[in-house]
């Protein structure tokens, strides 16, 4: 493949924004804006309009000739063999659509929490041992036969120095974390450019995702995007032009002071979907070690199937109540731009996945799409002191919410009583016990840990059914509800529970609504 023969970042002649070029099942481009495409900077640019290869990632029925992102998680990416395997991917990426795709990869396998382990040692044991994180990195570079001294012996050295520093200090603050965990992104996109460099001959390079533009806000742990982000992405994907093969870091930005930030955990996703928002992608695929998003957690269910698609709004609600498949944040930059994201397997390529699309046509014969779970919830009753139906009182309540920061997930009321649940994770003790203070001057309260919230993303046209089968299998198997929500996007039903009885109650879901 000739450099003539790519097509600038999103700049098709007269292609609406977001839309794309198609082609048929012959695999020929169809449409007269195919015979001629100008680049961004006003220039003609030949495009081979050739047959497209056969369907080798499953893709091939709606295959579009624009950029499109491949998002590799730490899963596909464990060791040498599944970075060989990412290698096949990438490249038949570039024969489908004619252009290199934009790489965003995690950590190595387990690096992260390795990483923050390795943290968590040099604390409080005062050991510093990066063993697992080195050994993992050799391995890869042995097996390519990459320089290792010259690849990852600097960024090596530096981890060390950071954790006897930790180690000394007595001292791993949120900065210190995020810059820690970096260390895991900056490894892999390092070995998987210089390896389709050297063993590939492709013209691969690496970039920290700060060097690109993601210029984040300094809420360390869970760092935002910048808006500003956008431009400056798009600048540096059309000044390094499309004949470079990115192999950019997901997971991380810089603040405006210079300081590592990370965009909370598993957030390469959303580092893939911000890129193909700022290139106006065609596709982001984000590639797992499942057939997709599935009809819930397979460590909970075994026999959980694929769903072939989900809108955005539906897989963002399963990622927010704990379907850990995706960021619950990573579906905003496509939902704005209307960029179709895949969910798509490393290990069984072929397999089309899970299309998540602006919208899609609804079953009849499969009412509820997919259950998550969030577990470690809180439950809080507040019963009003006042005179019953006093107006003002809800006013009241989530004024006290907001003074002290605190959201909301599920919310259930009657006139004097509100019944709602708290993350606990993202909501510390000492926030909990202010906020009981200011609402006890008002109500009466009573907070419950230990709860999970078990959702039915579903079909809003078939709740009543939805709920009357739930409620009964959850009766017959003596599992009690303790509150019930159907969210103003009413195809999200939610339970609360007691964690112990969380799996349970997704094992009889799902035999209710996917069959044994
Ligand atoms: N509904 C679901 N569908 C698919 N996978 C799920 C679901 N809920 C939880 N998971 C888990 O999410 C994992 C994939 O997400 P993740 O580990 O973040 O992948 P990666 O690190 O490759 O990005 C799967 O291996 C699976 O165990
Ligand atoms: N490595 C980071 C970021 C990430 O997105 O990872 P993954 O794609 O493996 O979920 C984490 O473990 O959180």
Not at 18 to 40: I, K, P, Q, T, Y
Not at 112 to 136: F, P
Not at 229 to 249: C, H, M, Q, W, Y
Request: charged share 20%; proline share 3%; net charge neutral.
């Amino acid at each position: 493949m000739d450099g003539g023969c790519f097509v600038s970042t999103g700049v098709l002649a007269k292609r609406a924004r977001g839309g794309s070029l198609s082609v048929d099942r012959s695999g020929f481009v169809a449409g007269r804006s195919a015979a001629r495409v100008v680049s961004n900077r006003g220039r003609c640019v030949r495009m081979v309009v050739a047959p497209i290869p056969t369907d080798a990632t499953g893709t091939s029925s709606d295959v579009t000739l624009d950029r499109v992102i491949c998002k590799f998680g730490g899963s596909s990416l464990a060791d040498s063999t599944r970075l060989r395997e990412v290698t096949k991917i990438v490249k038949m990426q570039t024969e489908l659509t004619r252009k290199f795709p934009v790489v965003v990869l995690s950590a190595m396998g387990p690096s992260t929490n390795e990483l923050l382990r390795a943290g968590e040692r040099a604390l409080t044991e005062g050991v510093v041992d990066i063993s697992s994180v080195r050994s993992r990195a050799y391995e890869a570079c042995d097996s390519f036969g990459l320089n290792k001294e010259e690849l990852v012996d600097p960024l090596l050295t530096n981890l060390d120095q950071l954790l006897l520093g930790i180690k000394f200090l007595r001292e791993l603050t949120p900065r210190g974390k995020d810059y820690l965990v970096s260390f895991g992104e900056r490894l892999s996109v390092r070995i998987m450019a210089a390896h389709l460099a050297k063993n590939e001959d492709l013209p691969a390079k690496a970039f920290d995702a700060f060097d690109v533009g993601f210029l984040t806000d300094s809420n360390f742990l869970n760092a935002e995007i910048q808006p500003e982000s956008l431009d400056k992405i798009a600048r540096f994907f059309d000044e390094l032009g499309p004949n470079t093969v990115a192999i950019v870091t997901g997971f991380i930005g810089k603040d405006i002071n210079g300081e590592i930030t990370t965009l909370g955990r598993g957030g390469s996703d959303l580092t893939a979907t911000t890129i193909g928002a700022a290139i106006n992608a065609s596709e982001v695929q984000v590639w797992k070690d499942v057939d997709g998003i599935l009809s819930t957690d397979p460590r909970v269910v075994e026999r959980a199937v694929p769903v072939p698609s989900v809108t955005y709004t539906e897989a963002a609600e399963m990622a927010y109540f704990g379907a850990k498949v995706l960021h619950p944040v990573a579906m905003m930059p496509a939902m704005k731009n209307r960029i179709t994201v895949r969910v798509k397997n490393s290990y069984n390529p072929t397999h089309p996945g899970t299309k998540i699309l602006p919208e899609r046509k609804l079953s009849d014969d499969t009412p509820v799409t997919a259950i998550s779970v969030k577990r470690n919830v809180q439950l809080v009753d507040i019963v009003s002191t006042r005179m019953l139906g006093a107006y003002g009182f809800l006013a009241e309540v989530f004024k006290i919410f907001a003074q002290h920061q605190v959201s909301v997930d599920m919310i259930a009321t009657s006139e004097v009583s509100i019944s709602l649940t708290l993350d606990s994770v993202a909501c510390s003790e000492s926030t909990v016990c202010t906020l009981k203070t200011d609402l006890e001057t008002i109500a009466n309260t009573s907070f419950q840990n230990g709860k999970s919230i078990v959702s039915l993303v579903s079909n809003q046209t078939k709740s009543s059914l939805i709920l009357g089968k739930a409620a009964n299998a959850l009766a017959e198997n003596g599992i009690q509800i303790q509150m019930v929500s159907q969210g103003a996007a009413k195809f999200n039903i939610g339970f609360v529970l007691d964690n112990e009885e969380a799996n349970k109650a997704v094992e009889v879901l799902h035999d209710v609504f996917f069959g044994r």
